[in-house]
């Protein structure tokens, strides 16, 4: 029998599972006789900033089957983040959801 490489989602048992960065930017532009923003000269082009700040940023998996999602934190991927490692994150993650939920 073939060893299945799946992440389940203990919630649904489906392994329909996203993993999902959102992140929110704030850009600005200076504002001079040509146009907003120092670069943009014709028209206001929206790469052409002149400050970007993360503002806020969310990491999370989510089954797409069930809807339920667990919140996730990566920095740096390396060889120890394998199915095993996301796959325990994830159960730690639904119990946690589970026992607040029970509270």
């Known amino acids: 029998m073939p060893v299945m490489n799946r992440i389940i989602c203990p919630s649904c048992n489906d392994d329909h599972l996203v993993l999902k960065y959102v992140a929110t930017y704030e850009y ?3 504002l001079d006789s040509d146009a907003p923003g120092l670069k943009n000269t014709n028209e206001l082009l929206p790469h052409m900033y ?5 503002k806020d940023t969310q ?21 120890r983040m394998n199915k095993k490692a996301i796959q325990d994150a ?10 607040l939920d029970n509270a």
């Open 50 to 54: 002149d400050k970007r700040e993360q």
């Open 59 to 79: 990491q999370y998996i989510e089954c797409r089957t069930c809807g339920i999602s667990y919140p996730c934190y990566f920095d740096r991927w390396s060889e």
């Open 90 to 99: 994830v159960n730690s993650a639904y119990l946690a959801k589970q026992h």
């Open 28 to 30: 600005s532009y200076m």
